[in-house]
């Protein structure tokens, strides 16, 4: 910053002091609540000065494992790289376009717009959070009303956000003895055809089929080597930007629980709920408050000694829009900025189909497990 730049900035305070000579800014609520936790601190660190030490150390010895461990040299980093390189290669392939030609007119033939596939087919190769970008403005070009938007949003959380999640859940159903394709095409696939036809229905109901004549193209047009190198840095910025920091946030809001000892009975309360329902419990509650790929992750390591059943319930429950903080969070943004829908709107239709995401695998724990191991 340059001499003139400071005098200038110098000459506006001076100012300001010389309209207002004798007026105090007032005390806002946060600096209050800043005032109370220095005061905290001062007192903690005066009679018990090993507690801030202790909790950071907590933090820190329970993000670590996890951060380090798992995703920077373990496998599941590893895995979310080489899955995103498949995904986008899939793309390429014109795997998105086709599904897209299979499921469009189904739409038309449920008596909806057929924009409102559209965010949930290039869910399952893209991320949630781009998918949430491209259909938006799509489904508003396509004339698609906000119930349609809303049942887009709701149907689009019921596959998995990322690719990743889907290649290290299906190593899991194999390790497990499980019939890998019955429970693709049942609980990814069905859900495209099944939950726009009920939510049209009995929920957003304001809907209309209409013809589109110029569907958009998704797959890529650059060359397969320029694709791949692009996949392969978009594995490594989504390993580093956004899966890392979101673990440890969570780990490290996680480890301070803990360390005040309240943790330990919300993860027991969260375990036997999950257990309650054929869902792996451990998985379960990663999948629900941290990342379904780290879920994933751990459960394809242990799969071949889990109840089949579990392995199911915990991979189906992870091919979602989950974590919690998607939900309240990415997803409300994205398409309040790119849609018609505000965002309790948006959140409102991702709760909508998370519950039902959650429904559709305790029936298929339940139901369909014993029919395919």
């Avoid at 920077?72 to 376009?97: C, K, P, Q, Y």
């Avoid at 596959?159 to 693709?184: E, P």
């Avoid at 650059?222 to 791949?228: H, K, N, Q």
Wanted: with cysteine.
């Amino acid at each position: 910053m340059d001499n003139k730049t400071i005098s200038l900035k110098d000459a506006v305070v001076s100012q300001d002091l010389e309209e207002h000579p004798k007026k105090r800014r007032s005390l806002e609520f946060i600096e209050g609540v800043g005032l109370v936790f220095l005061g905290l601190a001062l007192i903690t660190l005066f009679f018990y000065p090993g507690t801030l030490a202790g909790a950071f150390d907590s933090v820190l010895n329970t993000a670590k494992p996890v951060v380090v461990d798992v995703f920077l040299t373990g496998s599941v980093g590893v895995a979310v790289i080489i899955s995103v390189i498949i995904g986008r290669l899939l793309e390429r392939l014109g795997f998105t376009d086709a599904m897209m030609r299979v499921f469009m007119p189904t739409m038309r033939f449920i008596g909806v717009n057929p924009a409102v596939i559209i965010p949930s087919v290039y869910n399952i190769f893209g991320d949630i959070n781009a998918a949430g970008r491209i259909s938006g403005p799509l489904l508003k070009r396509a004339g698609a009303t906000k119930d349609e938007q809303k049942l887009a949003v709701a149907t689009m959380v019921q596959s998995q956000q990322s690719f990743s999640t889907f290649m290290l859940g299906m190593m899991a159903l194999n390790f497990a003895g499980v019939h890998v394709f019955a429970v693709v095409v049942v609980a990814i696939f069905a859900p495209l055809i099944i939950s726009p036809f009920i939510l049209s229905r009995f929920i957003y109901r304001d809907v209309k089929p209409v013809d589109l004549l110029s569907a958009p193209r998704f797959t890529p047009t650059e060359d397969f080597a320029p694709t791949l190198f692009k996949a392969a840095r978009e594995g490594v910025e989504l390993l580093i930007l956004v899966l890392i920091p979101a673990v440890a946030l969570v780990f490290c809001c996680i480890g301070l629980l803990d360390y005040i000892g309240v943790w330990q009975p919300i993860s027991d309360f969260l375990e036997r709920g999950l257990l309650a329902v054929n869902i792996h419990p451990e998985t379960g509650v990663l999948a629900i408050l941290v990342s379904p790929t780290l879920a994933m992750g751990q459960l394809q390591a242990i799969a071949s000694t889990v109840d089949p059943s579990l392995v199911v319930g915990s991979f189906v429950l992870a091919s979602s829009g989950l974590p919690l903080s998607s939900l309240f969070g990415q997803i409300p943004v994205v398409w309040a900025e790119n849609s018609d829908l505000t965002e309790k709107e948006a959140m409102g239709a991702a709760v909508l189909g998370i519950v039902m995401r959650l429904i559709t695998a305790v029936l298929l724990a339940v139901f369909l497990t014993p029919l395919i191991v």
